[in-house]
């Protein structure tokens, strides 16, 4: 796994590239699944936990062998909360400890969330998956010809062809005390006027664009901010109280859990945070009930814990229907041995890192967090999920 240096990166360009290769170490999985440890690369070889380790055993094995800073752990069965756990310090060199209240950065696992939020609007009859940029945005941005004919389908399945921002361009955003909305269509336009990487609907390439531009038609179609929509739509009606928006805490303080990169970064510094203006692409901070409550939107066909439909079976269908490269929308689709959807998606801002993995066949999931964002944490994340994924029962299976 790569190595970033912080020396060598801005924090945008850093994100950028942490989010634009989604990667999980599947060979990892399945070695522990069988009881064994593969050899990490950095700095010292970490022995991960065996299946029939406890779990309160192997995670501390994680925060003091692995070095991770502090977990959220979550892992469902049915409507079983199999095993939670929030351990470790808030910030490395400080014995403040998380709590279960405290949130985490999930980066890129922002994207499904607005793919949701398009299956809502999509409901609501304001945008069909084929409407295209052209046709969206041509009153509020300069729109190339490029992208005219790009659907919300290519853009949240990243096979429209657009590639990032130039680094120069993306850095140019962060500390911006615009609203964020405002940034958006700054950005989209930016965006928008860049050559194609390819023909759309022809490639897959991961790009944090497609998702911004996605959330720009939604608050066009909708006439609300993407904030304001997430809010509304998903995060209030499943009781996501903590869910927010950015890096939690108050600068100079410990009064929230630090990003690390390895070392802490203060939650003011512009090098733990990404623009807010790249919201739809990898923005919110959750909790971990929070995210319990998310994942069981999916693994409850779409309905919350009231038994309200927030989303249609049709619209949860295409957001679960691998297209390019086993990508649906927010989501890698695979099927595990069985032939049972795996969804798996991660997420970073560099100074956090999250993976979440739902297998809605079961209704079970595994949800991971970590308050550090450097390649180590990446691996031992992937461990921690193979080892609970053996330990409970659970595919093994993982996008590569």
Known sequence: MTTFNRKQLTATGFWRRVLSRPVLLASALLALACGGSPAASEPETFVAPTPDTAPEDAIQTFLTKGHLPAVLVGVIDGDQLLYSRVAGVRKRGDATPVTDDDVFRIGSNTKAMTALLAGTVVDAGQLTWDSTVGDVLSGTVEVGDAYRGVTLTQLLSHSSGMPELPWDDEASFS???????????????????????????????????????????????????????????????????????????????????????????????????????????????????????????????????????LISQAALSEIETPRLHHYGFGWFDIEDANGQLVMWHNGSNGTFYSTLVLFPARRAAILLATNAGDAPSWTRLAELDGYLAAHFGLPVERPQ
């Open 175 to 309: 500390g911006s005390t615009q609203p964020a909305a405002d940034d958006r269509r700054k950005i989209a336009e930016l965006a928008l006027a860049l050559p194609p990487r390819s023909e759309p609907g022809k490639y897959f390439y991961y790009s944090n664009i497609n998702y911004v531009v996605a959330g720009l038609m939604l608050e066009v179609a909708s006439g609300e901010s993407w904030e304001a929509l997430l809010q509304k739509r998903i995060f209030t009606p499943l009781a996501m109280a903590h869910a927010g928006f950015g890096t939690p805490g108050t600068p100079g303080s410990v009064d929230a859990p630090w990003g690390h990169d390895p070392s802490p970064v203060d939650p003011g510094s512009l090098t733990g945070d990404i623009p807010e203006g790249f919201g739809p692409a990898g923005t919110v901070h959750a909790n971990l009930a929070d995210l319990v409550s998310y994942a069981h939107l999916y693994l409850d066909d779409g309905v919350d814990a009231q038994g309200n439909r």
